[in-house]
């Protein structure tokens, strides 16, 4: 069913079933490979609420979650301009410590968030990513989990927003062209 945000239409792309297979392939491999460490979830707001909150019901091990908000997008296009809007609050010197982001595309805002964790002098840094964009995606650093790959559509949805609109919906659609 096509959906219309502001002046744009949507249409289905990825089910709740297919998002729910990727979050618990996600779980997973974080509870093999974190399971003799305590990690420190850092999830990205505001995109990734939904994809934090499911992937935390799979998480079995003992662990902490803290938020860092960062923006660097203005209706479809990534402006190339990362505020911190909210910093980094805990204490993470030699933690191993997990963003969780909602997509990957260019990777601007989460290189900007490495850059600011490598002054930390964590124990390791990993990032899970429900979604990426590998067509986009040309920074240097490792992406350790990853839900899916999409191709470089605009997509809405679990979390993902057009100014705004659209995070609430439980499945993910998107742009029709």
Same mark, same amino acid.
């Given at each position: ?65 803290? #938020? =860092? ?8 296009? +990534?402006?190339?301009?990362? $505020?911190?809007?909210?910093? &980094? ?64 559509? #605009? =997509? ?8 705004? +609109?659209?995070?609430?919906? $439980?499945?993910?659609?998107? &742009?029709?062209?």
């Amino acid at each position: 069913m096509k959906i219309r945000l502001h002046d744009k239409d949507f249409v289905p792309y990825l089910s709740e079933t297919e998002i729910d297979k990727a979050v618990t392939s996600i779980a997973d491999q974080i509870n093999k490979n974190f399971q003799d460490k305590k990690p420190l979830f850092l999830a990205v707001l505001n995109g990734s609420f939904m994809f934090t909150s499911d992937l935390m019901k799979k998480i079995e091990i003992d662990c902490e979650l803290s #938020f =860092v908000k960062l923006a660097s997008y203005h209706g479809t296009q +990534s402006s190339g301009e990362i $505020k911190e809007l909210i910093g &980094l609050s805990d204490n993470i010197y030699n933690r191993h410590v997990i963003i969780l982001e909602d997509i990957v595309d260019t990777g601007t805002t989460l290189g900007h968030l490495m850059e600011v964790l490598k002054t930390h002098d964590t124990a390791s840094i990993s990032i899970a990513t429900l979604l990426l964009k590998p067509d986009v995606f040309k920074k240097k650093y490792p992406l350790h989990f990853v839900g899916m790959e999409i191709p470089n559509k #605009f =997509v809405v949805g679990y979390g993902l927003d057009y100014n705004e +609109s659209g995070r609430n919906l $439980k499945a993910i659609y998107q &742009l029709e062209e």
